[in-house]
Protein backbone atom coordinates (compact mmCIF):
# COMPACT_ATOMS: atom_id res chain seq x y z
CA UNK A 1 0.00 0.00 0.00
CA UNK A 2 2.70 2.61 0.43
CA UNK A 3 3.88 2.03 -2.84
CA UNK A 4 0.93 2.74 -3.97
CA UNK A 5 0.03 5.95 -2.20
CA UNK A 6 3.21 7.09 -3.10
CA UNK A 7 2.79 6.65 -6.64
CA UNK A 8 -0.69 8.37 -6.46
CA UNK A 9 0.53 11.37 -4.93
CA UNK A 10 3.37 11.33 -7.08
CA UNK A 11 0.94 11.65 -10.18
CA UNK A 12 -1.79 13.69 -8.27
CA UNK A 13 0.91 16.07 -7.11
CA UNK A 14 2.29 16.53 -11.00
CA UNK A 15 -1.59 16.63 -12.40
CA UNK A 16 -2.93 19.46 -9.68
CA UNK A 17 0.35 21.21 -8.31
CA UNK A 18 1.97 21.85 -12.12
CA UNK A 19 1.23 25.48 -13.27
CA UNK A 20 -0.96 25.90 -10.50
CA UNK A 21 -0.10 29.77 -10.07
CA UNK A 22 0.19 29.96 -13.89
CA UNK A 23 -3.68 31.76 -14.21
CA UNK A 24 -5.36 34.88 -12.74
CA UNK A 25 -7.86 34.04 -10.18
CA UNK A 26 -11.33 33.35 -12.23
CA UNK A 27 -14.21 35.60 -11.29
CA UNK A 28 -16.15 35.49 -9.11
CA UNK A 29 -15.46 32.39 -6.57
CA UNK A 30 -11.41 32.67 -6.71
CA UNK A 31 -12.14 36.75 -6.50
CA UNK A 32 -14.14 36.20 -3.62
CA UNK A 33 -12.08 33.58 -1.86
CA UNK A 34 -9.05 35.07 -2.04
CA UNK A 35 -10.16 38.68 -1.47
CA UNK A 36 -11.96 37.41 1.90
CA UNK A 37 -8.90 36.02 3.47
CA UNK A 38 -6.82 39.00 2.46
CA UNK A 39 -8.84 41.30 4.21
CA UNK A 40 -8.51 39.71 7.34
CA UNK A 41 -4.20 39.50 7.10
CA UNK A 42 -5.01 43.19 6.54
CA UNK A 43 -7.43 43.84 8.93
CA UNK A 44 -6.27 41.16 11.57
CA UNK A 45 -9.66 40.37 12.40
CA UNK A 46 -10.28 36.32 12.05
CA UNK A 47 -13.70 36.37 13.06
CA UNK A 48 -15.94 38.97 11.07
CA UNK A 49 -15.73 37.26 7.15
CA UNK A 50 -15.54 40.88 4.96
CA UNK A 51 -15.51 40.97 1.16
CA UNK A 52 -14.66 44.62 -0.15
CA UNK A 53 -14.36 45.76 3.78
CA UNK A 54 -18.38 45.00 4.64
CA UNK A 55 -19.59 41.79 6.19
CA UNK A 56 -20.14 38.48 4.60
CA UNK A 57 -21.55 35.95 5.99
CA UNK A 58 -23.08 33.45 3.21
CA UNK A 59 -20.02 31.04 4.81
CA UNK A 60 -18.08 29.88 7.58
CA UNK A 61 -14.71 30.49 8.03
CA UNK A 62 -12.42 27.83 8.01
CA UNK A 63 -11.60 27.78 4.11
CA UNK A 64 -10.50 31.42 4.31
CA UNK A 65 -8.19 30.38 7.74
CA UNK A 66 -6.71 28.31 5.44
CA UNK A 67 -6.39 30.42 2.72
CA UNK A 68 -5.05 33.10 4.70
CA UNK A 69 -2.57 30.85 6.22
CA UNK A 70 -1.13 29.80 2.58
CA UNK A 71 -1.02 33.66 2.11
CA UNK A 72 1.03 33.93 5.15
CA UNK A 73 3.63 31.71 4.11
CA UNK A 74 3.59 31.85 0.51
CA UNK A 75 2.72 35.17 -0.33
CA UNK A 76 -0.61 36.35 -1.45
CA UNK A 77 -0.48 35.31 -5.17
CA UNK A 78 -2.70 32.92 -7.36
CA UNK A 79 -0.70 30.04 -6.25
CA UNK A 80 -0.88 29.85 -2.38
CA UNK A 81 -4.72 31.19 -3.18
CA UNK A 82 -4.93 27.40 -5.14
CA UNK A 83 -2.79 25.70 -2.22
CA UNK A 84 -5.28 24.40 -0.22
CA UNK A 85 -7.80 23.05 -3.21
CA UNK A 86 -4.75 21.13 -4.36
CA UNK A 87 -3.35 19.66 -1.05
CA UNK A 88 -6.84 18.41 -0.12
CA UNK A 89 -7.62 17.58 -3.34
CA UNK A 90 -4.34 14.76 -3.05
CA UNK A 91 -5.48 14.27 0.59
CA UNK A 92 -8.62 13.32 -0.47
CA UNK A 93 -7.02 10.98 -3.09
CA UNK A 94 -5.34 9.14 -0.65
CA UNK A 95 -7.70 9.00 2.24
CA UNK A 96 -10.42 7.62 -1.07
CA UNK A 97 -7.28 4.71 -1.71
CA UNK A 98 -7.10 4.16 2.08
CA UNK A 99 -10.66 3.13 1.80
CA UNK A 100 -10.43 1.02 -0.68
CA UNK A 101 -7.83 -0.89 0.65
CA UNK A 102 -9.31 -1.52 3.74
CA UNK A 103 -12.52 -2.88 1.50
CA UNK A 104 -10.71 -4.72 -0.86
CA UNK A 105 -6.71 -5.08 -2.33
CA UNK A 106 -3.83 -2.25 -3.12
CA UNK A 107 -4.71 -2.71 -6.96
CA UNK A 108 -8.69 -2.09 -6.29
CA UNK A 109 -7.16 0.83 -3.77
CA UNK A 110 -4.57 2.14 -6.85
CA UNK A 111 -7.17 2.29 -9.11
CA UNK A 112 -9.74 3.99 -7.19
CA UNK A 113 -7.31 6.57 -6.13
CA UNK A 114 -5.93 7.10 -9.85
CA UNK A 115 -10.30 7.18 -10.59
CA UNK A 116 -10.55 9.94 -8.35
CA UNK A 117 -7.26 12.14 -9.42
CA UNK A 118 -8.11 12.19 -13.19
CA UNK A 119 -11.88 12.44 -12.90
CA UNK A 120 -13.08 15.82 -14.66
CA UNK A 121 -15.09 17.52 -11.74
CA UNK A 122 -12.13 16.55 -9.25
CA UNK A 123 -9.29 17.52 -11.24
CA UNK A 124 -10.62 20.96 -12.26
CA UNK A 125 -12.05 21.77 -8.79
CA UNK A 126 -8.61 21.00 -7.24
CA UNK A 127 -7.26 24.02 -9.50
CA UNK A 128 -10.26 26.70 -8.27
CA UNK A 129 -10.21 28.09 -4.75
CA UNK A 130 -13.53 27.32 -3.88
CA UNK A 131 -14.86 25.88 -0.37
CA UNK A 132 -16.60 23.03 -2.28
CA UNK A 133 -12.94 20.74 -2.12
CA UNK A 134 -12.78 21.63 1.35
CA UNK A 135 -16.12 19.99 2.13
CA UNK A 136 -15.35 17.32 -0.09
CA UNK A 137 -12.12 16.34 1.93
CA UNK A 138 -13.26 16.44 5.58
CA UNK A 139 -17.16 14.86 4.89
CA UNK A 140 -14.58 11.95 2.94
CA UNK A 141 -12.85 12.22 6.59
CA UNK A 142 -15.90 11.94 8.60
CA UNK A 143 -18.05 8.73 6.27
CA UNK A 144 -14.20 7.55 5.79
CA UNK A 145 -14.22 7.64 10.09
CA UNK A 146 -17.32 6.14 10.47
CA UNK A 147 -16.65 3.53 7.90
CA UNK A 148 -12.99 2.50 9.42
CA UNK A 149 -15.09 2.45 12.86
CA UNK A 150 -17.58 0.15 12.07
CA UNK A 151 -15.80 -2.65 9.83
CA UNK A 152 -13.15 -2.88 12.31
CA UNK A 153 -14.96 -2.36 15.84
CA UNK A 154 -12.00 0.06 16.88
CA UNK A 155 -14.39 3.34 18.10
CA UNK A 156 -11.69 5.53 18.08
CA UNK A 157 -11.68 5.84 14.53
CA UNK A 158 -15.36 7.48 15.20
CA UNK A 159 -13.14 10.35 16.65
CA UNK A 160 -12.43 11.04 12.65
CA UNK A 161 -16.41 11.30 12.15
CA UNK A 162 -16.58 13.32 14.69
CA UNK A 163 -13.81 15.40 13.59
CA UNK A 164 -14.64 15.32 9.59
CA UNK A 165 -18.66 17.04 10.68
CA UNK A 166 -16.80 19.52 12.89
CA UNK A 167 -14.38 20.70 9.81
CA UNK A 168 -17.23 20.01 7.67
CA UNK A 169 -19.32 22.44 9.32
CA UNK A 170 -16.58 24.77 9.82
CA UNK A 171 -16.37 24.87 5.66
CA UNK A 172 -19.96 25.20 4.59
CA UNK A 173 -22.61 25.17 7.58
CA UNK A 174 -24.87 22.43 8.58
CA UNK A 175 -24.87 19.79 5.75
CA UNK A 176 -21.21 19.12 6.91
CA UNK A 177 -23.61 17.40 10.08
CA UNK A 178 -26.98 16.65 7.85
CA UNK A 179 -25.00 15.07 5.10
CA UNK A 180 -22.93 12.37 7.29
CA UNK A 181 -26.11 11.60 9.45
CA UNK A 182 -28.13 10.90 6.45
CA UNK A 183 -25.72 8.59 5.12
CA UNK A 184 -25.14 6.71 8.24
CA UNK A 185 -29.20 6.73 9.11
CA UNK A 186 -29.63 5.54 5.47
CA UNK A 187 -27.14 2.53 5.90
CA UNK A 188 -28.23 1.83 9.49
CA UNK A 189 -31.86 1.25 8.21
CA UNK A 190 -30.50 -0.74 4.84
CA UNK A 191 -28.66 -3.17 6.96
CA UNK A 192 -30.97 -3.10 9.84
CA UNK A 193 -28.34 -2.88 12.32
CA UNK A 194 -30.12 -0.68 14.61
CA UNK A 195 -27.07 -0.95 16.75
CA UNK A 196 -25.26 1.61 15.07
CA UNK A 197 -25.90 4.77 17.29
CA UNK A 198 -25.15 3.22 20.08
CA UNK A 199 -21.74 2.48 19.31
CA UNK A 200 -21.29 5.39 17.13
CA UNK A 201 -21.92 8.32 20.03
CA UNK A 202 -19.10 8.34 21.79
CA UNK A 203 -18.53 11.54 24.77
CA UNK A 204 -15.19 12.19 23.21
CA UNK A 205 -16.63 12.72 19.91
CA UNK A 206 -19.25 14.71 20.82
CA UNK A 207 -16.66 16.69 23.07
CA UNK A 208 -14.41 17.31 20.24
CA UNK A 209 -17.06 17.95 17.67
CA UNK A 210 -18.59 21.10 20.30
CA UNK A 211 -14.64 22.29 21.04
CA UNK A 212 -14.06 22.56 17.32
CA UNK A 213 -17.12 23.50 15.93
CA UNK A 214 -18.37 26.16 19.11
CA UNK A 215 -15.69 29.02 19.86
CA UNK A 216 -15.86 30.33 15.99
CA UNK A 217 -19.85 30.35 15.74
CA UNK A 218 -19.85 31.73 19.38
CA UNK A 219 -17.71 34.89 18.92
CA UNK A 220 -18.71 35.59 15.62
CA UNK A 221 -22.37 36.07 16.76
CA UNK A 222 -21.29 37.77 19.91
CA UNK A 223 -19.53 40.10 18.02
CA UNK A 224 -22.55 39.87 15.18
CA UNK A 225 -26.17 39.55 16.90
CA UNK A 226 -27.10 39.52 12.89
CA UNK A 227 -25.18 36.47 12.40
CA UNK A 228 -27.30 33.50 13.61
CA UNK A 229 -30.34 34.57 11.76
CA UNK A 230 -28.08 35.64 7.91
CA UNK A 231 -26.11 32.11 8.60
CA UNK A 232 -28.48 29.67 9.90
CA UNK A 233 -31.79 31.12 8.30
CA UNK A 234 -31.18 32.49 5.01
CA UNK A 235 -28.32 30.92 4.10
CA UNK A 236 -29.01 27.23 4.75
CA UNK A 237 -32.88 26.93 5.16
CA UNK A 238 -34.04 29.64 2.77
CA UNK A 239 -31.24 28.73 0.15
CA UNK A 240 -32.58 25.26 0.35
CA UNK A 241 -35.96 25.64 -0.04
CA UNK A 242 -36.28 28.94 -2.17
CA UNK A 243 -35.13 30.24 -5.26
CA UNK A 244 -33.26 33.35 -2.89
CA UNK A 245 -30.36 33.68 -4.71
CA UNK A 246 -31.58 33.04 -8.39
CA UNK A 247 -30.16 29.60 -8.92
CA UNK A 248 -32.86 27.55 -9.60
CA UNK A 249 -32.34 24.26 -11.80
CA UNK A 250 -34.30 21.45 -12.60
CA UNK A 251 -34.02 18.14 -10.30
CA UNK A 252 -32.17 16.66 -13.15
CA UNK A 253 -29.61 19.43 -13.34
CA UNK A 254 -26.80 17.06 -11.80
CA UNK A 255 -26.96 14.09 -13.84
CA UNK A 256 -25.28 15.69 -17.27
CA UNK A 257 -23.16 17.09 -15.04
CA UNK A 258 -22.06 13.70 -13.44
CA UNK A 259 -22.03 12.09 -16.79
CA UNK A 260 -19.77 14.79 -18.01
CA UNK A 261 -17.78 15.23 -14.83
CA UNK A 262 -16.78 11.70 -14.26
CA UNK A 263 -15.07 11.80 -17.57
CA UNK A 264 -13.18 9.72 -18.89
CA UNK A 265 -14.12 7.03 -16.39
CA UNK A 266 -18.25 7.67 -16.72
CA UNK A 267 -19.00 4.60 -18.97
CA UNK A 268 -18.08 2.11 -16.25
CA UNK A 269 -20.31 4.39 -13.82
CA UNK A 270 -23.36 1.90 -14.46
CA UNK A 271 -21.84 -1.69 -14.34
CA UNK A 272 -20.02 -0.32 -10.76
CA UNK A 273 -22.92 0.64 -9.33
CA UNK A 274 -24.93 -2.81 -10.65
CA UNK A 275 -21.39 -4.67 -8.95
CA UNK A 276 -22.42 -3.06 -5.48
CA UNK A 277 -25.75 -4.48 -5.46
CA UNK A 278 -26.09 -7.87 -3.77
CA UNK A 279 -27.38 -10.55 -6.51
CA UNK A 280 -30.51 -11.04 -4.48
CA UNK A 281 -33.22 -8.39 -3.63
CA UNK A 282 -33.59 -10.15 0.15
CA UNK A 283 -29.66 -10.24 0.50
CA UNK A 284 -29.82 -6.36 0.14
CA UNK A 285 -28.00 -4.98 3.42
CA UNK A 286 -26.99 -8.00 4.57
CA UNK A 287 -23.95 -8.99 2.36
CA UNK A 288 -21.83 -6.36 0.09
CA UNK A 289 -22.08 -4.00 3.22
CA UNK A 290 -18.83 -2.00 2.19
CA UNK A 291 -20.06 -1.61 -1.54
CA UNK A 292 -23.44 -0.28 -0.42
CA UNK A 293 -21.68 1.96 2.27
CA UNK A 294 -20.40 3.53 -0.50
CA UNK A 295 -23.48 3.48 -2.84
CA UNK A 296 -25.29 5.15 -0.28
CA UNK A 297 -22.66 7.57 0.56
CA UNK A 298 -23.19 9.14 -3.26
CA UNK A 299 -26.55 8.53 -3.68
CA UNK A 300 -27.77 10.79 -0.27
CA UNK A 301 -25.53 13.14 -1.51
CA UNK A 302 -26.55 13.40 -5.22
CA UNK A 303 -30.06 13.29 -3.88
CA UNK A 304 -29.72 16.18 -1.33
CA UNK A 305 -28.49 18.45 -3.49
CA UNK A 306 -30.98 17.30 -7.04
CA UNK A 307 -33.70 18.50 -4.21
CA UNK A 308 -32.31 21.57 -3.21
CA UNK A 309 -34.21 24.36 -5.17
CA UNK A 310 -30.24 26.28 -5.20
CA UNK A 311 -27.87 24.61 -7.21
CA UNK A 312 -23.89 25.04 -8.55
CA UNK A 313 -22.08 22.47 -10.30
CA UNK A 314 -19.44 22.20 -8.01
CA UNK A 315 -22.40 21.06 -5.13
CA UNK A 316 -21.77 17.56 -6.11
CA UNK A 317 -17.93 17.09 -5.55
CA UNK A 318 -18.75 15.43 -2.45
CA UNK A 319 -20.29 12.44 -4.10
CA UNK A 320 -17.15 11.88 -6.42
CA UNK A 321 -15.07 10.33 -3.96
CA UNK A 322 -17.38 7.03 -3.55
CA UNK A 323 -17.64 6.66 -7.07
CA UNK A 324 -14.31 6.15 -7.24
CA UNK A 325 -14.44 3.73 -4.93
CA UNK A 326 -16.99 1.52 -6.69
CA UNK A 327 -15.26 2.14 -9.89
CA UNK A 328 -12.11 1.07 -8.65
CA UNK A 329 -13.70 -1.56 -7.25
CA UNK A 330 -15.61 -2.86 -10.54
CA UNK A 331 -11.85 -2.17 -12.75
CA UNK A 332 -10.22 -4.78 -9.81
CA UNK A 333 -13.12 -7.17 -10.60
CA UNK A 334 -12.73 -6.76 -14.66
CA UNK A 335 -9.07 -7.67 -14.29
CA UNK A 336 -9.65 -10.87 -11.85
CA UNK A 337 -12.56 -12.74 -13.29
CA UNK A 338 -12.71 -13.33 -16.99
CA UNK A 339 -15.90 -12.84 -17.85
CA UNK A 340 -17.04 -10.49 -15.12
CA UNK A 341 -21.27 -9.54 -14.50
CA UNK A 342 -21.24 -6.04 -16.66
CA UNK A 343 -17.96 -5.94 -17.97
CA UNK A 344 -18.97 -5.89 -21.88
CA UNK A 345 -21.49 -3.32 -20.97
CA UNK A 346 -18.96 -0.89 -19.18
CA UNK A 347 -16.21 -0.98 -22.07
CA UNK A 348 -18.95 -1.18 -24.72
CA UNK A 349 -21.04 1.99 -22.43
CA UNK A 350 -17.04 3.99 -22.30
CA UNK A 351 -16.11 2.99 -25.83
CA UNK A 352 -19.08 4.96 -27.15
CA UNK A 353 -19.04 7.73 -24.59
CA UNK A 354 -15.36 8.84 -25.31
CA UNK A 355 -15.72 8.72 -28.77
CA UNK A 356 -18.81 11.12 -28.35
CA UNK A 357 -17.44 13.06 -26.23
CA UNK A 358 -14.29 13.52 -28.58
CA UNK A 359 -16.21 13.95 -31.68
CA UNK A 360 -18.17 16.89 -29.14
CA UNK A 361 -15.16 18.50 -28.28
CA UNK A 362 -13.75 18.78 -31.49
CA UNK A 363 -17.34 19.83 -33.26
CA UNK A 364 -18.29 22.73 -30.24
CA UNK A 365 -14.44 23.94 -30.83
CA UNK A 366 -14.90 24.13 -34.61
CA UNK A 367 -18.59 24.92 -34.69
CA UNK A 368 -19.30 26.01 -31.71
CA UNK A 369 -19.56 30.10 -32.86
CA UNK A 370 -18.98 32.22 -29.23
CA UNK A 371 -15.27 31.98 -29.87
CA UNK A 372 -13.60 31.36 -33.15
CA UNK A 373 -12.74 27.80 -34.34
CA UNK A 374 -9.03 29.35 -34.58
CA UNK A 375 -8.47 30.17 -31.07
CA UNK A 376 -10.33 27.26 -29.72
CA UNK A 377 -9.18 24.24 -31.81
CA UNK A 378 -5.74 24.47 -30.29
CA UNK A 379 -6.36 23.99 -26.85
CA UNK A 380 -9.39 21.09 -27.99
CA UNK A 381 -7.08 19.18 -29.97
CA UNK A 382 -4.76 17.62 -26.96
CA UNK A 383 -7.90 16.29 -25.00
CA UNK A 384 -10.11 14.89 -27.42
CA UNK A 385 -7.25 12.85 -29.24
CA UNK A 386 -6.89 11.54 -25.58
CA UNK A 387 -10.71 10.87 -25.34
CA UNK A 388 -10.61 8.90 -28.85
CA UNK A 389 -7.38 7.27 -27.88
CA UNK A 390 -9.27 5.75 -24.64
CA UNK A 391 -12.20 5.25 -26.58
CA UNK A 392 -10.06 2.64 -27.96
CA UNK A 393 -8.68 1.27 -25.19
CA UNK A 394 -11.51 0.67 -23.74
CA UNK A 395 -12.90 -0.74 -26.61
CA UNK A 396 -10.01 -3.70 -26.08
CA UNK A 397 -11.07 -4.06 -22.53
CA UNK A 398 -13.83 -6.53 -24.11
CA UNK A 399 -11.27 -8.62 -24.71
CA UNK A 400 -9.82 -10.91 -21.59
CA UNK A 401 -6.30 -11.55 -23.21
CA UNK A 402 -5.35 -7.85 -23.74
CA UNK A 403 -7.83 -6.77 -20.70
CA UNK A 404 -4.79 -5.83 -18.45
CA UNK A 405 -2.74 -3.73 -21.45
CA UNK A 406 -6.04 -1.86 -22.39
CA UNK A 407 -6.86 -1.00 -18.86
CA UNK A 408 -2.96 0.07 -18.27
CA UNK A 409 -3.26 2.23 -21.80
CA UNK A 410 -6.39 3.82 -20.34
CA UNK A 411 -5.08 4.92 -17.03
CA UNK A 412 -2.23 6.58 -18.89
CA UNK A 413 -4.38 8.31 -21.15
CA UNK A 414 -6.87 9.20 -18.58
CA UNK A 415 -3.58 11.69 -16.96
CA UNK A 416 -2.78 12.74 -20.50
CA UNK A 417 -6.09 14.24 -20.79
CA UNK A 418 -6.24 15.95 -17.74
CA UNK A 419 -2.68 17.37 -18.16
CA UNK A 420 -3.54 18.20 -21.75
CA UNK A 421 -6.29 20.50 -20.23
CA UNK A 422 -4.02 22.78 -18.41
CA UNK A 423 -3.51 24.96 -21.33
CA UNK A 424 -7.26 25.65 -21.32
CA UNK A 425 -6.73 27.53 -17.49
CA UNK A 426 -4.62 30.01 -20.06
CA UNK A 427 -7.87 30.69 -21.81
CA UNK A 428 -9.96 30.97 -18.80
CA UNK A 429 -7.48 33.23 -17.66
CA UNK A 430 -7.91 35.92 -20.28
CA UNK A 431 -12.00 35.46 -20.18
CA UNK A 432 -12.82 34.84 -16.54
CA UNK A 433 -10.24 36.45 -14.74
CA UNK A 434 -9.96 40.26 -13.72
CA UNK A 435 -5.80 40.34 -13.25
CA UNK A 436 -5.40 42.22 -16.68
CA UNK A 437 -8.05 44.87 -15.63
CA UNK A 438 -6.20 45.21 -12.33
CA UNK A 439 -3.07 45.67 -14.19
CA UNK A 440 -4.20 48.41 -16.42
CA UNK A 441 -5.69 50.18 -13.24
CA UNK A 442 -2.40 49.71 -12.03
CA UNK A 443 -0.32 51.41 -14.40
CA UNK A 444 -2.79 53.97 -14.86
CA UNK A 445 -3.45 55.13 -11.17
CA UNK A 446 -1.96 57.81 -8.79
CA UNK A 447 -2.24 58.16 -4.75
CA UNK A 448 -5.35 59.29 -4.18
CA UNK A 449 -7.32 58.26 -7.33
CA UNK A 450 -10.89 56.58 -6.70
CA UNK A 451 -11.17 53.57 -8.14
CA UNK A 452 -14.80 51.80 -9.16
CA UNK A 453 -17.08 49.25 -11.05
CA UNK A 454 -19.64 50.64 -12.48
CA UNK A 455 -22.94 47.90 -12.21
CA UNK A 456 -20.74 44.94 -11.73
CA UNK A 457 -18.07 43.46 -9.16
CA UNK A 458 -14.80 41.69 -10.67
CA UNK A 459 -13.80 40.39 -6.84
CA UNK A 460 -10.44 39.94 -7.76
CA UNK A 461 -9.67 43.77 -8.84
CA UNK A 462 -9.26 44.67 -4.59
CA UNK A 463 -7.35 41.67 -4.39
CA UNK A 464 -4.74 42.67 -6.97
CA UNK A 465 -5.02 46.13 -6.16
CA UNK A 466 -4.90 45.54 -2.44
CA UNK A 467 -7.28 48.31 -1.93
CA UNK A 468 -11.25 48.58 -1.55
CA UNK A 469 -13.39 49.62 -4.79
CA UNK A 470 -16.57 52.01 -5.17
CA UNK A 471 -19.24 50.05 -6.26
CA UNK A 472 -21.52 52.06 -8.94
CA UNK A 473 -25.31 50.41 -9.32
CA UNK A 474 -24.23 47.46 -7.58
CA UNK A 475 -24.71 45.43 -4.27
CA UNK A 476 -25.15 41.57 -5.32
CA UNK A 477 -24.17 39.43 -2.50
CA UNK A 478 -22.68 42.26 -1.11
CA UNK A 479 -26.08 43.56 -0.19
CA UNK A 480 -26.53 42.64 3.68
CA UNK A 481 -23.26 44.11 4.01
CA UNK A 482 -23.48 47.47 2.61
CA UNK A 483 -26.47 48.21 4.04
CA UNK A 484 -24.61 48.52 7.12
CA UNK A 485 -22.02 50.65 5.72
CA UNK A 486 -21.55 53.69 7.19
CA UNK A 487 -19.58 55.63 4.74
CA UNK A 488 -22.23 56.24 1.75
CA UNK A 489 -19.35 56.82 -0.95
CA UNK A 490 -18.70 53.46 -1.16
CA UNK A 491 -21.79 52.18 -2.56
CA UNK A 492 -23.44 54.85 -4.43
CA UNK A 493 -25.91 55.67 -7.51
CA UNK A 494 -26.13 57.34 -10.66
CA UNK A 495 -26.68 60.46 -8.90
CA UNK A 496 -23.83 60.15 -7.13
CA UNK A 497 -21.54 58.80 -9.61
CA UNK A 498 -22.11 61.90 -11.77
CA UNK A 499 -21.02 63.98 -8.61
CA UNK A 500 -17.93 61.94 -8.07
CA UNK A 501 -17.35 61.89 -12.21
CA UNK A 502 -17.42 65.60 -12.31
CA UNK A 503 -15.38 66.57 -8.38
CA UNK A 504 -11.66 67.31 -7.99
CA UNK A 505 -11.28 64.19 -7.54
CA UNK A 506 -9.31 61.80 -10.36
CA UNK A 507 -11.73 58.15 -10.92
CA UNK A 508 -10.68 55.12 -12.76
CA UNK A 509 -13.88 53.22 -13.52
CA UNK A 510 -14.09 49.72 -15.03
CA UNK A 511 -17.69 49.81 -17.06
CA UNK A 512 -19.08 47.94 -20.05
CA UNK A 513 -19.10 49.37 -23.42
CA UNK A 514 -23.24 49.52 -23.25
CA UNK A 515 -23.03 51.46 -19.85
CA UNK A 516 -20.43 53.75 -21.05
CA UNK A 517 -21.88 54.63 -24.33
CA UNK A 518 -25.87 55.80 -21.64
CA UNK A 519 -23.90 57.24 -19.61
CA UNK A 520 -21.64 59.58 -22.09
CA UNK A 521 -23.87 59.48 -25.09
CA UNK A 522 -22.49 60.87 -28.32
CA UNK A 523 -22.05 64.38 -29.04
CA UNK A 524 -21.61 64.74 -25.13
CA UNK A 525 -18.19 64.95 -23.55
CA UNK A 526 -16.04 62.08 -23.37
CA UNK A 527 -14.18 60.07 -20.76
CA UNK A 528 -10.66 59.24 -21.40
CA UNK A 529 -9.98 55.48 -22.61
CA UNK A 530 -7.10 54.05 -20.56
CA UNK A 531 -7.76 50.53 -22.01
CA UNK A 532 -10.51 47.68 -23.02
CA UNK A 533 -10.40 43.87 -21.51
CA UNK A 534 -12.41 41.21 -21.95
CA UNK A 535 -13.96 42.39 -18.18
CA UNK A 536 -14.76 45.50 -19.90
CA UNK A 537 -13.51 49.12 -20.17
CA UNK A 538 -11.20 51.20 -18.15
CA UNK A 539 -12.19 55.04 -18.20
CA UNK A 540 -11.11 57.76 -16.57
CA UNK A 541 -12.56 61.52 -15.72
CA UNK A 542 -9.28 63.11 -15.93
CA UNK A 543 -5.71 62.56 -17.35
CA UNK A 544 -2.17 61.51 -15.42
CA UNK A 545 -0.95 64.85 -16.21
CA UNK A 546 -3.34 67.09 -14.69
CA UNK A 547 -2.72 65.40 -10.90
CA UNK A 548 0.55 64.73 -11.10
CA UNK A 549 2.58 66.99 -8.99
Keep these: MKRAAIIL ?4 GVLYFTALGGHGLLEPDEGRYSEIPREMLETRDFVTPRLNYVKYFEKPVLHYWLTAAAFAVFGQNEWASRFWPAALGICGVLLTALLAARAGNIRSAFLSGLVLTTSLLFYASSHINI ?5 SFFLTVALGGFY ?20 ATLSKGLIGIVLPGAVIFCFMVATRDFRIPRHTLTLPGVLLFFLLVVPWFWVVCFRNPDFFDFFFIREHFLRYTTTLHGRYEPAWFFIPILIAGFMPWTGFLVPALANALPSRLRAFGKEKRDELFFLLWA ?10 RSKLIPYI ?3 VPPLALLTGAYLDRLLREENPAWGRVGAISSTILLALFGAALLGYATFGGRYPASLLLPYAAAPAAALLAAAGAAFFLTRPRHRRNALVAFCILSFLFCLSLKPLFGFLDRHMSARETAEMLKRHALPGDVIAQYAEYDQGIPFYLKQRVVLVRYFGELEFGARQERNPAWFIGDEQFER ?16 KDRLFPAGHPQPILLGATERGLVITNKPKEATAP
Design 299 to 308: VVVFAFFSFS
Design 500 to 515: LWNSDKRVLVVISAAH
Design 148 to 167: LGYTSGDRRFYLLLYAGMAL
Design 317 to 319: IPC
Design 9 to 12: ALVA
Design 131 to 135: TDMTL
